[in-house]
């Protein structure tokens, strides 16, 4: 069965702070992995990743994945309030569904 | 939320009745799915679907049914409701059935 962690499950830190979120997984026919962001309402899409090594970046966010050692991780830089929310980890395999881990609740105090 | 609406947004319903959570997309995109959102468990997938009348089962699919007629409307349905069912239920459609899901806005189902 398809299995997706993420730890810490919830973080609190200050503005300007750095932090990294991370996603271990286990599936069947990995085919790629990816991070959503949830405020208030529904997950809205970051980054999906296929390849390892290969860094995707967006702003302050960026993700690498290992696929050899089956984890990915999540950096934001200079964390704004803003960035609270629940970070959300999937992976995709060889069935037409994705599998969600439990997600990181982050709180980002002024 | 890029052409995918769920309704309602809120219901608060007795233990026993049948309650139906509708999903409407405009984006002609072939798969659709429910997940259910609970506090320390993160989505969970319900049921899914990949075509008109194409439907299958998640990992919490009991309790619940779907029903697939258009490939705009993916209906969620409650047999008989208990509070276990208490929840944020969101769909999601994808055009090529894992990557890009995009989420409606979810329903807050309450069961007393």
């Known amino acids: 069965e398809d299995k997706v962690v993420q730890s810490p499950l919830s973080l609190v830190v200050h503005e300007g702070d750095t932090v990294t979120l991370n996603c271990s997984y286990e599936?069947?026919?990995?085919?790629?992995l990816l991070w959503y962001k949830q405020e208030k309402k529904a997950p809205t899409f970051l980054f999906m990743l296929?390849?390892?090594?290969i860094e995707k970046k967006s702003g302050r966010l960026s993700s690498i994945l290992d696929k050899k050692e089956l984890f990915s991780i999540l950096n934001i830089t200079a964390t704004q309030t803003g960035d609270s929310a629940i970070y959300l980890c999937?992976?995709?395999?060889?069935?037409?569904?994705?599998?969600f881990g439990k997600g990181t609740k982050l709180t980002v105090n002024p | 939320d890029a052409g995918i609406t769920q309704s309602p947004r809120h219901k608060v319903t007795e233990t026993g009745t049948p309650v139906t959570l509708r999903c409407h997309q405009t984006?002609?995109?072939?798969?659709m799915y429910w997940y259910r959102q609970d506090p320390g468990h993160g989505l969970r997938l319900i049921h899914y679907?990949?075509?008109?009348?194409?439907?299958d089962k998640g990992e919490v699919s009991d309790g619940y049914s779907v029903s697939r007629s258009k490939t705009e409307d993916f209906l969620l349905t409650l047999e008989s409701a208990t509070s276990s069912q208490t929840s944020v239920y969101f769909c999601?459609?994808?055009?090529?059935?894992?990557?890009?899901?995009?989420f409606g806005s979810g329903t807050r189902l309450t069961v007393v």
């Open positions: 999601a459609i994808s055009e090529t059935g894992n990557y890009g899901y995009t």
């Open positions: 599936v069947t026919n990995f085919r790629s």
């Open positions: 296929t390849s390892s090594g």
């Open positions: 999937a992976v995709e395999g060889g069935s037409e569904k994705l599998v």
């Open positions: 984006e002609n995109h072939r798969y």
């Open positions: 679907s990949y075509g008109v009348k194409d439907t």
